[in-house]
């Protein structure tokens, strides 16, 4: 079955600094990748996702980038604020025709920015 | 359209008594999901529903746990016999085919 491993748990920047968080898959078969922020008491908010024909997707201050090869993909926050201190989730699935049709998540990254 | 909607935001019950949640997805989504976190955690699937029709169980639902999608709108989750186990938050999120999921804001059980 599939398995995310994200790293780091914890990291704290300072504000404007970048912020990075990695994620590895183990299903070669994994073709969509979101990235959940979770703030205390809220469910997860969608921010950005990218899928296996693309290498690198970008919105305003938030990148993803993909490596099929590696099994990897990541997170890019830059000019970090902070208000974008929260919790970071990634996650992977298969969507096949079929009808399977659950993400398996990472076990998240708390982001502290610091003014 | 105001998201997905979940009830009661919070629950706390005693061990051994039946509890029910509810969801109510976003109205043009077909699919819907049930997933557990625990804290610190990331969120571990439960179940799927597209329309109405259970299309995938975990194995972390046990046999108290049951949920349903009437008439592919909204759907419920009860747990039987509850366990301090299960103390958790139960997300619910819907769909429109494949694309991103929307979560709701979720109902935190906790067992006494």
């Known amino acids: 079955g599939e398995n995310v491993e994200q790293h780091p748990s914890t990291l704290s920047v300072q504000e404007g600094d970048s912020a990075v968080i990695k994620c590895t898959y183990s299903?070669?078969?994994?073709?969509?990748f979101p990235w959940y922020k979770q703030e205390l008491g809220k469910g997860p908010q969608l921010i950005i996702d990218i899928r296996s024909n693309v290498g690198e997707k970008k919105d305003q201050r938030i990148a993803v980038t993909l490596n099929k090869t590696a099994k990897h993909f990541s997170l890019h926050i830059t000019e970090t604020q902070p208000e974008d201190s929260a919790v970071y989730f990634c996650?992977?699935?298969?969507?096949?025709?079929?009808?399977?049709?659950?993400?398996?998540f990472g076990k998240g990254t708390k982001l502290s920015v610091k003014p | 359209d105001t998201g997905v909607s979940q009830d009661p935001r919070h629950k706390i019950t005693k061990r051994g008594q039946n509890v029910t949640f509810r969801c109510d997805p976003i109205s043009e989504h077909n699919r819907l999901y049930w997933y557990r976190q625990t804290l610190g955690q990331g969120p571990e699937f439960l179940t799927y529903f597209q329309n109405e029709a259970q299309l995938e169980k975990s194995r972390l639902l046990s046999d108290r746990f049951s949920a349903e999608r009437p008439k592919g709108s909204f759907s419920t989750l009860e747990i039987q016999r509850t366990e301090q186990g299960d103390s958790a938050m139960y997300l619910c999120?819907?769909?429109?085919?494949?694309?991103?999921?929307?979560f709701g804001s979720g109902t935190r059980l906790t067992v006494v």
């Open positions: 999120a819907s769909s429109l085919g494949r694309d991103g999921y929307t």
């Open positions: 996650a992977a699935n298969v969507f096949p025709g079929g009808s399977q049709g659950n993400l398996i």
């Open positions: 299903d070669s078969a994994s073709n969509y």
